[in-house]
């Protein structure tokens, strides 16, 4: 079974409609995040969490919401979806015990498009 | 203003050659390096790290070379395998900042038989 799995693999949805991306993890971390992948950008933090109770922005966090249910799920919102929110969506997580390295594990990914 | 670059969006090798992934950065505030690997339909995996504090460092067919004063990385695979096909992610960490990483926009290297 994967460590981190994400909900759903693809989604086509229409300019104005509300997304929830939902991601869950067995590894037991605490750190959790959220990127979006374009082509030609890489991958580039939206939202963090270093606990349940901790939510921090990232470099493009506008037009998204996130919410922290359980040290195990962190999902995603769109609130208003427009079409340049289309891109590939990963959730990972880290282990603050992990030393220097703070390797983070990565989702399968969504595959998000707004018509 | 993107301060982790990977200057080649793609490379091609020939099987049992050397593949070199570049990586530059601009932030002297960084204290370690990694690369990702990343195959379609897949989410990133972990492949090798670097300490600010090294040089070098190697695992297997993969060494991942630091140059602090030129703010550049490389990644060397040898000898380069059809199965190494993939987009390979450079990314930086903060000093002191958890667990945040500032990734590159990624180079997609093929290898040829």
């Known amino acids: ?115 | 203003d993107q301060q982790v670059k990977q200057n080649s969006p793609s490379l091609s090798v020939q099987e049992g050659r050397i593949s070199i992934l570049n990586c530059d950065y601009t932030n002297s505030m960084f204290d370690y390096f990694l690369w990702y690997k990343k195959y379609p339909a897949e989410g990133p995996t972990f492949l090798i790290s670097i300490s600010s504090i090294k040089d070098k460092n190697e695992d297997g067919r993969f060494t991942v070379f630091l140059n602090k004063s030129a703010k550049h990385l490389s990644l060397h695979i040898v000898p380069s395998q059809p199965g190494d096909s993939a987009v390979y992610f450079c990314a930086a960490h903060y000093y002191n900042q958890g667990g945040k990483l500032i990734f590159g926009q990624g180079t997609e290297l093929s290898v040829k038989p």
């Not at chain 1, 799920?73 to 959730?91: D, G, M, R, V």
């Open chain 1, 1 to 115: 079974d994967a460590d981190v799995t994400q909900t759903p693999r693809n989604r086509i949805t229409k300019t104005g409609k509300r997304i929830m991306l939902e991601c869950s993890q067995t590894k037991g971390h605490d750190r959790m995040y959220w990127y979006r992948q374009d082509p030609g950008l890489g991958l580039r933090l939206i939202y963090y969490s270093f606990d349940v109770k901790d939510i921090n922005k990232g470099e493009i966090s506008d037009g998204y919401s996130v919410s922290r249910q359980a040290q195990a799920k962190f999902s995603l919102s769109l609130e208003s979806a427009i079409p340049n929110q289309t891109a590939l969506y990963f959730c990972a997580t880290s282990d603050e015990g992990q030393g220097s390295t703070d390797t983070q594990y990565f989702g399968p990914g969504t595959r998000l498009t707004v018509l």
